[in-house]
């Protein structure tokens, strides 16, 4: 699980540039792709300079039988792989950044179509102490649809980067849509609405100020989906090793904006990051083995 700190407000002025032109662009080599599932398309990428891997996967919500959901409210941690296997599903991932004394996201989160209690997310005004609070955007999927809102940075400088879609975008950490099937909450914002958010340079002070961990190399999570709101896309990028060294934020961003996001969020990176599918982890989780966290994304998929 990553942590960070704020920033000034005076760094937080500097930083309404970051939808400057990025300096370089993250170059993908497509390494491998399968289909595992019908509506599943799953890649593996490697860069170079330095080497890092990352495991994408598109799901294409227009297909039969596939059904995205994510964790029900939790009694304790779980790992990826034993929840995506309990819940029946093809795909999963990890979700949210967490804490424990109660299990608890930083965010707001449901799943099986039931919100988590107020107490074991981070809408409680009980943890209004905590830098994290109300930080948080999140995607939404509803019986008819896919929803998201935008993170607290991204609403409070709506005008400057162009903001002005989502669910009740004036308001920071709105009330869930009626008929809420799952949520997973994360920040920061990667992408906003068709514009990738750069940096003068992915270590900058003024990068990402509402994070700053993502001025490090570290494994990563994303999640995000496309302008016609017909494709998910979950990735996972592999760190902390000799084969595979990690994604800086604004390298992240570059690459869920290659892979054809509209509206991208960082999720729980480090140990957390876990890509599962059909039974087995694909990728490399830095801690040697999955990390137990608090939710998930799951993807319904195939004849099952």
Same mark, same amino acid.
């Given at each position: 699980?990553?942590?960070?700190?704020?920033?000034?407000?005076?760094?937080?002025?500097?930083?309404?540039?970051?939808?400057?032109?990025?300096?370089?662009?993250?170059?993908?080599?497509?390494?491998?792709?399968?289909?595992?599932?019908?509506?599943?398309?799953?890649?593996?990428?490697?860069?170079?300079d330095?080497?890092?891997?990352?495991?994408?996967?598109?799901?294409?919500?227009?297909?039969?039988?596939?059904?995205?959901?994510?964790?029900?409210?939790?009694?304790?941690?779980?790992?990826?792989?034993?929840?995506?296997?309990?819940?029946?599903?093809?795909?999963?991932?990890?979700?949210?950044?967490?804490?424990?004394?109660?299990?608890?996201?930083?965010?707001d989160?449901?799943?099986?179509?039931?919100?988590?209690?107020?107490?074991?997310? +981070?809408?409680?005004?009980?943890?209004?102490?905590?830098?994290?609070? $109300?930080?948080?955007? =999140?995607? #939404? /999927?509803?019986? !008819? *649809?896919?929803?998201?809102?935008?993170?607290?940075?991204?609403?409070?400088?709506?005008?400057?980067?162009?903001?002005?879609?989502?669910?009740?975008p004036?308001?920071?950490?709105?009330?869930?849509?009626?008929?809420?099937?799952?949520?997973?909450?994360?920040?920061?914002?990667?992408?906003v609405?068709?514009?990738?958010?750069?940096?003068?340079?992915?270590?900058?002070?003024?990068?990402?100020?509402?994070?700053?961990?993502?001025?490090?190399?570290?494994?990563?999570?994303?999640?995000?989906?496309?302008?016609?709101?017909?494709?998910?896309?979950?990735?996972?990028?592999?760190?902390?090793s000799?084969?595979?060294? +990690?994604?800086?934020?604004?390298?992240?961003?570059?690459?869920?904006? $290659?892979?054809?996001? =509209?509206? #991208? /969020?960082?999720l !729980? *990176?480090?140990?957390?990051?876990?890509?599962?599918?059909?039974?087995?982890?694909?990728?490399?989780?830095?801690?040697?083995?999955?990390?137990?966290?608090?939710?998930?994304?799951?993807?319904?998929?195939?004849?099952?």
């Amino acid at each position: 699980m990553l942590r960070a700190t704020r920033l000034t407000p005076s760094a937080l002025a500097t930083a309404l540039a970051l939808c400057a032109p990025a300096a370089s662009a993250l170059t993908l080599n497509l390494a491998d792709e399968e289909q595992p599932q019908p509506g599943i398309t799953f890649r593996h990428y490697q860069t170079s300079d330095p080497t890092t891997h990352t495991w994408v996967a598109l799901v294409d919500l227009c297909t039969a039988r596939v059904h995205v959901d994510a964790t029900r409210a939790p009694s304790g941690l779980q790992t990826t792989g034993s929840w995506a296997a309990s819940r029946g599903v093809q795909l999963a991932t990890n979700g949210d950044f967490f804490r424990t004394g109660p299990v608890r996201v930083y965010g707001d989160a449901a799943g099986e179509g039931v919100p988590w209690p107020l107490a074991q997310t +981070g809408t409680d005004p009980g943890y209004s102490f905590e830098w994290y609070y $109300q930080d948080y955007g =999140w995607i #939404a /999927f509803l019986w !008819d *649809g896919i929803e998201f809102t935008h993170t607290k940075w991204v609403k409070d400088n709506a005008a400057t980067l162009g903001a002005t879609g989502g669910w009740q975008p004036d308001v920071v950490a709105p009330p869930l849509p009626p008929g809420t099937l799952a949520v997973v909450s994360g920040f920061p914002a990667l992408v906003v609405e068709g514009t990738q958010i750069t940096c003068p340079s992915p270590t900058d002070s003024s990068c990402f100020p509402d994070r700053s961990d993502m001025r490090d190399r570290h494994p990563r999570t994303a999640m995000g989906f496309t302008e016609d709101r017909g494709t998910f896309i979950l990735a996972v990028v592999d760190g902390r090793s000799a084969s595979s060294v +990690g994604m800086y934020g604004a390298e992240l961003a570059d690459l869920m904006f $290659q892979l054809g996001a =509209w509206q #991208a /969020f960082n999720l !729980d *990176g480090g140990g957390s990051s876990t890509m599962w599918v059909d039974g087995s982890v694909r990728n490399d989780p830095s801690d040697g083995s999955q990390r137990s966290v608090a939710n998930h994304w799951g993807v319904f998929a195939g004849a099952a």
